[in-house]
């Protein structure tokens, strides 16, 4: 079964402390990996697809990479604005309608 | 306003009472999806449509259904409530060939 598992949970941060998310997952053929920021009560924004091994993608503070089974989200010199929880998603080759997210990670930048 | 549209944003009802949550994807997107989200629980995926056509199907009880009509607006239909149901639910549209989600901004559903 296709399975995505995010760490840590919960992160806090000073400003300006840089660091990084984990996205672990398990799928037969991945054929995307997503990575979105949710606001509390808000639904998800979309902030970069990935789709192979080797692959990086960046925006403003936030650097995505992939490799075989597992992603990164690299936040430098975070901002109090960053706070957010981060969502990990995948679609696998066989069963590219399903859009399946992992449980996040809630990160809180302190001024 | 991400272009999704989700009504009602907020419902509140009693244990055994069915609800109708409704979506309307962003302009010229053909595709559906409905997601569960609890405080325990991430985004759990409940059901896709396409076009008007169920295209995938994720761990929707029996008691919730779905559909999509012709003017791709779609529905999502939960019956028999029970506490356990209290959750926000959110609706997503994919744009074809993007291979990105678009979510509304979610209907908050209270059981007491």
């Known amino acids: 079964e296709d399975q995505v598992t995010q760490s840590p949970e919960a992160l806090r941060l000073q400003e300006g402390e840089s660091s990084s998310l984990n996205c672990s997952y398990t799928?037969?053929?991945?054929?995307?990996l997503f990575w979105y920021r949710q606001d509390p009560g808000k639904g998800p924004e979309f902030l970069f697809t990935?789709?192979?091994a080797g692959e990086e993608k960046e925006k403003e503070r936030l650097k995505a990479t992939l490799t075989k089974k597992e992603s990164f989200l690299h936040i430098t010199a975070p901002k109090p604005e960053d706070s957010a929880t981060y969502l990990c998603?995948?679609?696998?080759?066989?069963?590219?309608?399903?859009?399946?997210f992992g449980p996040g990670t809630s990160l809180s930048v302190i001024p | 306003d991400s272009g999704v549209t989700q009504t009602p944003k907020h419902l509140i009802t009693a244990t055994g009472q069915r609800v109708t949550l409704r979506c309307s994807p962003r302009s010229g997107d053909l595709s559906v999806y409905w997601y569960q989200q609890s405080l325990d629980q991430g985004l759990q995926f409940l059901i896709h449509?396409?076009?008007?056509?169920?295209?995938a199907k994720g761990n929707i009880l029996e008691r919730f259904s779905a559909q999509q009509f012709p003017d791709l607006h779609s529905e999502l239909n939960l019956s028999s409530l029970e506490l356990g149901d209290s959750a926000l639910y959110f609706c997503?549209?994919?744009?074809?060939?993007?291979?990105?989600?678009?979510f509304g901004a979610g209907s908050r559903l209270t059981v007491l």
């Open positions: 998603a995948v679609t696998a080759e066989t069963s590219y309608d399903k859009v399946i």
């Open positions: 997503a549209s994919r744009t074809a060939g993007a291979n990105v989600l678009t």
């Open positions: 990935l789709y192979s």
């Open positions: 449509y396409y076009n008007g056509e169920e295209r």
């Open positions: 799928v037969s053929g991945l054929r995307g």
